[in-house]
């Protein structure tokens, strides 16, 4: 089974800290996103990354870096977290040209700034 | 941005009822998928259809994807307290990024016991 990992379920950070999510996949696939939920809203994308170092900007990127080292991992950095960046954070991987493929996703992280 | 207009938002339903929830665009997709999430869980793809006009079965699950390929419905028969979660389309249009996948705001599904 794909396994996409999120390595923290529950954050809860303060107004200017620096925030890292960290998101693992083990089924080598090239393509990663970071998504954020919010009651309402739906799905937003963030960034999405299609290989190592690669990554372009999705709908709502201001605030938001990320990092694609290594394939199988992609991080998320708020570089100052701000009260309206609490959410719900969806990561989620899908294979390469697969563009009706499926986005496999892990549990969230769901970050309180306070 | 392609904009994906679900309806209802949310829904409220006895045990063994029948639903039906729209997924609407001004644009035409390419392809359209169809995901659950459950309460602290990710989403998780239950379909994909790509041509216009498509029918798909999953079980009491009934996937329509319309002609023009601007609109799709799920259909749900004798609905169970397990089908309960929050039910998301998402597409990629015609000409835009082949990375790119839009989500609907959801339809919240809440089946009663």
């Known amino acids: 089974d794909v396994k996409v990992t999120q390595s923290s379920r529950y954050l809860v950070k303060r107004t200017g800290e620096k925030v890292f999510l960290e998101c693992v996949q083990d089924?080598?696939?090239?393509?990663m996103f970071w998504y954020r939920q919010d009651p309402g809203l739906g799905l937003r994308l963030i960034y999405f990354?299609?290989?190592?170092?690669?990554?372009e900007k999705g709908d709502i990127p201001e605030g938001y870096s990320v990092s694609r080292e290594k394939k199988e991992r992609f991080s998320l950095i708020l570089e100052s977290a701000s009260t309206n960046q609490t959410s719900m954070y969806l990561c989620?991987?899908?294979?390469?040209?697969?563009?009706?493929?499926?986005?496999?996703f892990g549990e969230g992280s769901r970050l309180t700034v306070l | 941005t392609q904009l994906l207009e679900q309806s209802p938002q949310f829904l409220s339903i006895q045990e063994g009822e029948n639903l039906t929830v729209y997924c609407n665009s001004s644009s035409v997709f390419s392809s359209l998928q169809w995901y659950r999430q459950e309460p602290g869980e990710g989403p998780v793809l239950l379909v994909t259809v790509v041509t216009g006009g498509e029918v798909k079965k999953l079980k009491r699950l009934t996937f329509q994807f319309g002609d023009a390929r601007k609109d799709s419905s799920l259909h749900i028969t004798a609905a169970q307290p397990g089908d309960t979660g929050l039910y998301l389309c998402a597409a990629r249009n015609s000409g835009g990024s082949n990375y790119k996948l839009t989500f609907g705001k959801g339809t919240l599904l809440t089946v009663n016991p």
């Open positions: 990354s299609y290989d190592v170092k690669m990554k």
């Open positions: 989620a991987s899908r294979r390469a040209g697969a563009y009706t493929g499926e986005l496999f």
């Open positions: 089924m080598d696939h090239e393509n």
